[in-house]
């Protein structure tokens, strides 16, 4: 079975802070994908990556950045965080274009 | 750009009715198209998909049938159960595309 983890469940930061989401993936996905989740708006992409080191900005990337050193992980930074990005962040994997895709269990991120 | 409609919740229906959660689709190419499940405080799993026109996808008991003539790709499942309570979301993936499409969710409850 393909397995996505994700570093938190729950999360609680200040405003301001740096924070880092960190997503791992076992089944050698090249591709990988980072997700918020708000009520009404459904998941909107943040920014997915299709290979080491490389990344693409995705419907909604200001205030984010993405890391991906290795195949299995990519990391998600909110680089000074606002109450505006509390939210669920749910991080996916895929094989290749438009394939199925794997989730994580999500991180429920509160800015205070 | 490609987009995805659901019908809005909440949906709630009595044990062992028929459930209907509507789907239309805009797309440039010939996407295929997933239906996902998330339980509470889990990811998305996928319920099941289709690849191409006509085809029909299911999955304990819930089935979609890819329709392009109606851009539409409708989940049903005959007798729904109080373990079916969950946020449906329709997907559209188009061929070499790297990112997916999302509706917003529906949540469905099951009451006993």
């Known amino acids: 079975d393909v397995k996505v983890t994700q570093s938190s469940r729950y999360l609680v930061k200040r405003t301001g802070e740096k924070v880092f989401l960190e997503c791992v993936q076992d089944?050698?996905?090249?591709?990988m994908f980072w997700y918020r989740q708000d009520p009404g708006l459904g998941l909107r992409l943040i920014y997915f990556?299709?290979?080491?080191?490389?990344?693409e900005k995705g419907d909604i990337p200001e205030g984010y950045s993405v890391s991906r050193e290795k195949k299995e992980r990519f990391s998600l930074i909110l680089e000074s965080a606002s109450t505006n990005q509390t939210s669920m962040y749910l991080c996916?994997?895929?094989?290749?274009?438009?394939?199925?895709?794997?989730f994580g269990p999500g991180t429920r991120l509160t800015v205070t | 750009g490609d987009s995805v409609t659901q019908m809005e919740g909440p949906v709630t229906l009595s044990e062992e009715a028929f459930l209907t959660i509507n789907c239309t689709y805009t797309?440039?190419?010939?996407?295929?198209l997933f239906w996902y499940v998330q339980y509470p405080g889990e990811g998305l799993q996928l319920l099941l998909k289709?690849?191409?026109?006509?085809d029909k996808g299911s999955n304990k008991g819930f089935e979609a049938t890819y329709r392009k003539e109606t851009t539409s790709f409708h989940l049903e499942k005959g007798s729904v159960q109080v373990s079916d309570s969950a946020v449906y979301f329709c997907?559209?993936?188009?061929?070499?595309?790297?990112?997916?499409?999302f509706g917003a969710g529906t949540r469905l409850t099951v009451k006993p």
């Open positions: 089944m050698d996905h090249e591709n």
């Open positions: 996916a994997s895929s094989f290749g274009p438009s394939g199925e895709q794997y």
């Open positions: 990556s299709y290979d080491v080191k490389m990344k």
């Open positions: 997907a559209l993936s188009e061929l070499n595309n790297n990112d997916m499409r």
């Open positions: 797309a440039t190419g010939y996407p295929s």
């Open positions: 289709a690849t191409k026109a006509d």
